[in-house]
């Protein structure tokens, strides 16, 4: 069975989102379409901010970018291996011209996970 949220509940979750606006700001969330960066992208997305956010897989990252747009989210997407200092120069540009210049928010979530013997 379905339940209606009060009013009381409906101005409360009103008030959290206008006590928490991040209407007009910008964000980059680096490794944004899985887990925790996922779930930063749709909270800052979910709190009005627009969001930048890169991947190394581009089919995971155009899948992320239409569920996100599904949600009235405001989210762009790059591929980009921040390994690499060429794409990350690249990723700067991208956000650069998206944003005009201004960054209000940086999430560096990206990781890469590498086991190695401790001679190594």
């Known amino acids: 069975m379905a339940t209606m949220a009060t009013g009381e509940e409906q101005s409360s979750s009103s008030n959290r989102v206008q006590k928490w606006s991040l ?3 910008t964000a980059l969330v680096t490794g944004g379409t899985r887990g925790i960066g996922s779930a930063i992208v749709e909270e800052l997305a979910g709190f009005g901010a627009s969001v930048h956010t890169c991947s190394r897989n581009k089919k995971e ?3 992320k970018i ?3 747009e599904a949600k009235g989210f405001k ?3 790059s591929v980009c291996d921040l390994f690499s200092k060429e794409q990350r120069e690249e990723l700067i ?3 650069s011209s998206v ?3 201004k960054l209000n928010i940086l999430v560096n979530n ?3 996970s590498m086991i190695k013997r401790t001679a190594d």
């Open 99 to 101: 944003f005009e210049g």
């Open 75 to 77: 989210v762009t997407g």
């Open 93 to 95: 540009h991208t956000v």
């Open 61 to 63: 990252l155009d899948e």
């Open 110 to 112: 990206a990781a890469i």
């Open 66 to 68: 239409q569920e996100w």
């Open 23 to 25: 209407h007009g700001k």
